[in-house]
Antibody
Framework: QVHLVESGGGVVQPGRSLRLSCAASGFSFSGHRMHWLRQTPGKGMEWVAVILSDGSNKHYGDSVKGRFTISRDNSENMLYLQMNSLRGEDTAMYYC?????????????WGQGTLVSVSS | EVVLTQSPATLSLSPGDTATLSCRASQAVSNYLGWYQQKPGQAPRLLIYDTSKRAAGIPARFRGSGSGTDFTLTISSLEPEDFAVYFCQQRSSWYIFGQGTKLEIK
């Protein structure tokens, strides 16, 4: 059974940094692209970043490009999101998710989320 | 930039009713779309992929349809556990989501 557990969220001041972690189990972690997404009551669900299965390529949403870095450790089945220069609009519940490919790309497993609040 | 617009924002129905949820794309990028269910305090769950295919373990009362810019999720004979938020998802340049429809008990 796929299990994804996020951690590392909390309250942080604008301009500071935070690192989120996602522990994966129950599937072949190194064989799947992994994502970070975030959700707010106002904007809904927003895709943040993706990393290829071997970590060789990464892509980011426009709102976080240049500030956030996604990474993974396949030996430890861990996914990370380094968030720098945080802004108030980064306040959200952050989810890690496993990608599945059918005719298109979807997210078939999600963690429970970790809450990030950016406030002075 | 493609935008997914869901309607209605809130749908009030009773158990046993049929729910019809709409997701409209601002332009046609794919004939494939996914639907997710999210209950309060829980992670989203993939219900429907490729517009009409049910994910593993999803009951047959959930049916997806549509193409081009107009997609529909129909939930027949609503069960108490079906009352939740539903949102749609497509991939254009990257991954985009609708704002969600809250299905509440009338």
């Amino acid at each position: 059974q796929v299990h994804l557990v996020e951690s590392g969220g909390g309250v942080v001041q604008p301009g500071r940094s935070l690192r989120l972690s996602c522990a994966a189990s129950g599937f072949s972690f190194s064989g799947h692209r992994m994502h970070w997404l975030r959700q707010t009551p106002g904007k809904g669900m927003e895709w943040v970043a993706v990393i290829l299965s071997d970590g060789s390529n990464k892509h980011y949403g426009d709102s976080v490009k240049g500030r956030f870095t996604i990474s993974r450790d396949n030996s430890e089945n861990m996914l990370y999101l380094q968030m720098n220069s945080l802004r108030g609009e980064d306040t959200a519940m952050y989810y890690c998710a496993k990608e599945v490919i059918y005719g298109e790309y979807y997210f078939d497993s999600w963690g429970q989320g970790t809450l990030v609040s950016v406030s002075s | 930039e493609v935008v997914l617009t869901q309607s209605p924002a809130t749908l009030s129905l009773s158990p046993g009713d049929t729910a019809t949820l709409s997701c409209r794309a601002s332009q046609a990028v794919s004939n494939y779309l996914g639907w997710y269910q999210q209950k309060p305090g829980q992670a989203p769950r993939l219900l429907i992929y490729d517009t009409s295919k049910r994910a593993a373990g999803i009951p047959a009362r959930f049916r997806g349809s549509g193409s081009g810019t107009d997609f529909t999720l129909t939930i027949s004979s609503l069960e108490p556990e079906d009352f939740a938020v539903y949102f749609c998802q497509q991939r254009s340049s990257w991954y985009i989501f609708g704002q969600g429809t809250k299905l509440e008990i009338k």
